[in-house]
């Protein structure tokens, strides 16, 4: 898995995941199917998009993925999602009742 960060401009897309690191493609080309990644309807159709809900109330990683989850399951992986979020929400149980938690 390459962890660069995909790098956008405002016509090219740089370190395409599609395509590889040192890539860049031209945004709407129809050879890279690369997602935009902020624009994705499972995300936009709220006012506040979830990540910038986590950014500004500084939530953290645990928290942050419930939000994610719960906001998303109904246009994206439906009960998977849901299903991850409860996997969180378990894990901040068990962080907060024991101070540890079991991966």
Avoid: W
Wanted: net charge positive.
């Amino acid at each position: 898995m390459n962890l660069k960060r995909n790098l956008r401009t405002k016509n090219v897309i740089v370190n395409c995941p599609v395509h590889g690191p040192h890539s860049y493609c031209a945004v709407g080309d129809p050879t890279c199917k690369a997602e935009d990644v902020t624009q994705q309807t499972h995300y936009t159709q709220f006012r506040i998009q979830p990540l910038e809900f986590i950014g500004r109330n500084k939530l953290g990683f645990l928290e942050g993925n419930i939000i994610k989850y719960v906001c998303r399951y109904d246009l994206k992986n439906g009960l998977e999602d849901l299903k991850k979020a409860r996997h969180y929400l378990d894990c901040l149980i068990e962080r907060e009742e024991k101070g540890t938690i079991t991966l």
